[in-house]
């Protein structure tokens, strides 16, 4: 019989992880069976645990429950602590382990499909929140010259690099006169449409611009591209990190390229 996997999330329906997994398993050539599972808001912990005594062998989180994860799993890898959310369970006789493949994704996003270097560059992370916070440590493990976190509420991006010893915070307003090779956007703006309040020129020659997001054109990135900087979307990031947790259940990590060019064709 297939091993079975889903997503938890509320609202689920329009994750693309079902298919993601499918096509990842088709690869590799595993007997999977993914599916996407509606949690009720208040009630994450039993749709996992019930989820898990039925014979599932890992999920994959999104929002909202992604700290409640955080706090079910038994276990932590150290990008999950570091984090304080989990994205990805492993179900193991009885013991749940929790990890976070959403810095991976974007670090193997950035590096293997777009071919950017970090190391030695000048790295903005816009936002403080729980995206912010999950690619913290995976950007300062490719020793960047500099990684700044910068939020509309300053105070909210210096509690966050206080726990990562090297960053430095600031608010936007702080960040004229300065600029970066690669800026990425780990704030929810693009949902609703709002522009961040970024000074002119903080895009240098030759820079990248990230959008977390994926699947629409914010103004961040419109911003970006007007100041002649490349654009990327979290597309990759979101196969990427997909990737990471197949790994972590199959032991083989999927070729990315063709699943990224069917998502983009599609």
């Not at 300053?154 to 960053?167: I, Q």
């Not at 693009?190 to 309040?197: D, F, N, T, Y």
């Not at 977390?212 to 490349?230: I, V």
Request: aromatic share 6%.
């Amino acid at each position: 019989m297939a091993d079975r996997y889903a997503v938890i999330g509320n609202p689920v329906g329009h994750s693309q992880s079902p298919r993601i997994h499918a096509l990842f398993a088709e690869q590799c050539r595993q007997a999977m069976d993914y599916s996407a599972l509606l949690a009720p808001l208040d009630a994450f912990v039993a749709a996992a645990r019930q989820f898990a005594s039925d014979g599932g062998r890992g999920a994959n989180v999104t929002v909202p429950f992604k700290e409640e994860a955080y706090r079910l799993a038994d276990t932590l890898t150290p990008r999950a602590k570091a984090a304080r959310a989990v994205n990805t369970l492993s179900f193991e006789q009885g013991w749940i382990a929790g990890d976070n493949t959403d810095g991976a994704g974007l670090i193997r996003d950035l590096t293997v499909n777009r071919h950017r270097v970090i190391h030695g560059k000048r790295v903005l992370l816009l936002g403080a929140g729980g995206a912010a916070r999950g690619v913290v440590l995976p950007l300062l493990a490719e020793q960047p010259a500099l990684l700044a976190i910068a939020n509309r509420d300053s105070e909210k991006a210096a509690r966050l690099a206080e726990d990562f010893p090297g960053t430095r915070a600031s608010g936007f307003a702080d960040l004229a006169g300065q600029s970066f090779d690669l800026v990425i956007n780990a704030t929810s703006a693009g949902l609703s449409g709002a522009e961040l309040p970024l000074p002119a020129g903080i895009f240098a020659a030759d820079s990248l611009a990230y959008e977390m997001l994926y699947g629409r054109e914010t103004p961040f990135m419109t911003r970006a591209r007007d100041a002649g900087a490349a654009v990327a979307d979290g597309l990759g990031m979101l196969v990427e990190q997909a990737a990471e947790a197949f790994l972590i259940w199959r032991g083989m990590r999927p070729d990315t390229a063709p699943i990224l060019a069917a998502l983009k064709n599609a």
